[in-house]
C-alpha cells in the first residue's frame, strides 16, 4: 500500500513561519473510489501567501486550521483515475499541499496542456500563477504606456522579475528595487532594467530620486510597508499602483499603521487597487498567449530556484522571507522524478 507523507500545520506562527509549527505525518493512501483521482506531487510552489493562510483569519481563503495537511500549489501527474475528467498520465495543477500524494475529486485540479519543448516546471513559472500575476497586475491594472516610469519592488522575485521584463515590453523605463547587489545586478545586465535599487544600502528615498527625476507612473508592489509609503511622495499626476502583496508585514504581530503619506494618491489623482490572480481564471488564456509568445521569442526569462525533498519544506520556505532567494522558489517533492 502506498504511503502519503504529509506536513501538518500543528500551531499558527507568531511572526516567522517555522519547522517548528509543522508536524511530520505518513498515512496509507487508501483504495480508489468512484469519481476520486490519485495525483502524484511532483512540483511545489513556495509562496509568500502561504503564510498568509497560516493566519487565525480569513484572507481570500479560510485559514489552514491546525491537524490540517499545509496548503500549497503544486504540480503533479495523475497515478490513478476513477474519474471520467482524468486519466493515468494527465499532468495537473492545483491546490495539491504539502504532501507526496493527493486523492481528490477533482474539483481542485486543472490538467495542464505542456506545450511541445517547454519544461514542466515553467508552469510554476512564466506559464502559471506566478505570469498571470505579473501580466495582469500590470497590464490590467497598470496600464502600462511607452515612456512612462515603472518601478517593481522585490523586482528579483518570482512576480517582480517578470513585471519588469512585461514592464520593457511595454516600452517602459524599468528600475527595479531588491535587496543584493547581485540581485541588482542580474536585472540590469541579464533582464533589460534600466536600473536597479539596493534598498538596504545607502538612502533609498536618494536612491529614487536619483534613478525616477521625473517621477512614477506605475508602481508595482509587492512589499507594502515603508517603500510603499516612500513610493507615495514620488507619484506622477494619474499614477496607477497595483497591489500584489506586501511581505514585509506578514510576520507583523500587530496591525502596523496605514501609510502616513496616504494623502499623495488624493493630490496625484493616483490609483491603488489589490488583486489576487485568482480574480483573472477566467482570461488565463489571454496571459498566456501573451507570455508563451514572448518566451518562445526569447524575449521574456526566469529564474527558478530548485530545492529538493518535501521534508526540506519548512526550511525552503524560510528563504521567502531572509532574502536570500532569486525568482521562483520550487520544491521538487519527488526525487525519482524526470522529465523526458
Given amino acids: 500500500m502506498k504511503i502519503n507523507k504529509q506536513w501538518l500545520l500543528k500551531s499558527r506562527p507568531i511572526d516567522t513561519l517555522s519547522v517548528e509549527n509543522f508536524q511530520w505525518h505518513e498515512q496509507a493512501i487508501p483504495e480508489l473510489k468512484d469519481g476520486e483521482v490519485l495525483?502524484?506531487?511532483?512540483?511545489?510552489?513556495?509562496?509568500?501567501?502561504?503564510?498568509?493562510?497560516?493566519?487565525?483569519?480569513?484572507?481570500y481563503l479560510p485559514p489552514v486550521k491546525i491537524g490540517e495537511v499545509m496548503r500549497g500549489i503544486g504540480i503533479g501527474?495523475?497515478?490513478?483515475?476513477?474519474?471520467?475528467?482524468?486519466?493515468?498520465?494527465?499532468?495537473?495543477?492545483?491546490?495539491?499541499?504539502?504532501?507526496?500524494?493527493?486523492?481528490?475529486?477533482?474539483?481542485?485540479?486543472?490538467r495542464l496542456n505542456v506545450a511541445e519543448g517547454v519544461p514542466l516546471t515553467t508552469y510554476h513559472g512564466l506559464l502559471g500563477m506566478i505570469g498571470m500575476t505579473a501580466y495582469f497586475g500590470l497590464m490590467d491594472i497598470g496600464q502600462p504606456k511607452p515612456g512612462e516610469t515603472l518601478v517593481?519592488?522585490?523586482?528579483?522575485?518570482?512576480?517582480?522579475s517578470l513585471v519588469g521584463q512585461i514592464g520593457k515590453l511595454e516600452g517602459c523605463?524599468?528600475?527595479?528595487?531588491?535587496?543584493?547587489?547581485?540581485k541588482c545586478r542580474w536585472l540590469v545586465d541579464e533582464l533589460g532594467f534600466d536600473a536597479a535599487i539596493n534598498y538596504k544600502t545607502g538612502d533609498l528615498e536618494q536612491q529614487l530620486e536619483a534613478q525616477c527625476p521625473e517621477g512614477i507612473d506605475i508602481y508595482f508592489d509587492n512589499v507594502g510597508g515603508d517603500i510603499l509609503n516612500i513610493m507615495l511622495a514620488h507619484l506622477n499626476i494619474g499614477a496607477r499602483i497595483p497591489l500584489c502583496g506586501m511581505i514585509s508585514t506578514y510576520n507583523d504581530k500587530?496591525?502596523?499603521?496605514?501609510?502616513?503619506?496616504?494623502?499623495?494618491?488624493?493630490?496625484?489623482?493616483?490609483?491603488?487597487?489589490g488583486f489576487i490572480v485568482s480574480d483573472y481564471f477566467d482570461r488565463a488564456k489571454e496571459a498566456g498567449e501573451y507570455l508563451l509568445n514572448a518566451y518562445?521569442?526569447?524575449?521574456?526569462?526566469?529564474?527558478?530556484?530548485?530545492?529538493?525533498?518535501?521534508?526540506?519544506?519548512?526550511?525552503?520556505?524560510?528563504?521567502?522571507?531572509?532574502?536570500?532567494?532569486?525568482?521562483?522558489?520550487?520544491?521538487?517533492?519527488?526525487?525519482?522524478?524526470?522529465?523526458?
Fill in 77 to 110: 501527474v495523475v497515478e490513478a483515475s476513477r474519474h471520467s475528467k482524468f486519466k493515468p498520465g494527465d499532468f495537473v495543477q492545483g491546490l495539491l499541499n504539502w504532501q507526496t500524494h493527493m486523492l481528490t475529486h477533482g474539483d481542485q485540479l486543472a
Fill in 296 to 340: 518562445k521569442n526569447d524575449q521574456l526569462k526566469f529564474r527558478l530556484e530548485m530545492h529538493d525533498g518535501l521534508e526540506n519544506a519548512p526550511h525552503v520556505f524560510g528563504k521567502l522571507f531572509d532574502g536570500s532567494n532569486t525568482g521562483k522558489l520550487v520544491l521538487k517533492v519527488d526525487p525519482d522524478w524526470r522529465e523526458a
Fill in 173 to 182: 523605463r524599468v528600475v527595479g528595487i531588491a535587496g543584493s547587489d547581485d
Fill in 254 to 273: 500587530e496591525l502596523r499603521p496605514g501609510p502616513s503619506n496616504i494623502g499623495a494618491l488624493l493630490m496625484k489623482r493616483a490609483l491603488i487597487k
Fill in 39 to 59: 495525483v502524484r506531487h511532483l512540483y511545489l510552489s513556495l509562496d509568500p501567501t502561504n503564510r498568509i493562510w497560516t493566519n487565525s483569519w480569513d484572507s
Fill in 152 to 160: 517593481v519592488s522585490a523586482a528579483a522575485g518570482a512576480v517582480g
